[in-house]
Nanobody, 123 residues
Framework: QVQLVESGGGLVQAGGSLRLSCAAS????????IGWFRQAPGKEREFVSV????????AYVDSVKGRFTISRDNAKNTVYLQMNSLKPEDTAVYYC????????????????WGQGTQVTVSS
């Protein structure tokens, strides 16, 4: 099992930046694919980005490509999401999730979830 804790959210003006962190417990962190998802009020949870176990492969939803960067430090059991040029439509609760089997963009394929961190972008 793995436990995940997100941090780094907050209130930022449009055009600003935030870096989210996803810290994991356990000695097998490098065995997990890590995904970032977000959920805005009244909307379904949606995929944002994913990083493979080694960090060699990444993927992003089209709306954040060129603005967000996912990375991981397996020695620190942490995955990061650097978010630049933030827009009001990026406002949501951001969740990280872990899975040992899949490298996936699908919510239902992730077994472990953090509690989420709020990101609010003002116009």
């Amino acid at each position: 099992q793995v436990q995940l804790v997100e941090s780094g959210g907050g209130l930022v003006q449009a055009g600003g930046s935030l870096r989210l962190s996803c810290a994991a417990s356990g000695r097998t962190f490098s065995s997990y694919t890590i995904g970032w998802f977000r959920q805005a009020p009244g909307k379904e949870r949606e995929f944002v980005s994913v990083i493979s176990r080694s960090g060699a492969n990444t993927a992003y939803v089209d709306s954040v490509k060129g603005r967000f960067t996912i990375s991981r430090d397996n020695a620190k059991n942490t995955v990061y999401l650097q978010m630049n040029s933030l827009k009001p439509e990026d406002t949501a609760v951001y969740y990280c999730a872990a899975d040992r089997k899949y490298y996936s963009e699908k919510v239902y394929e992730y077994d472990y979830w953090g509690q989420g961190t709020q990101v609010t972008v003002s116009s």
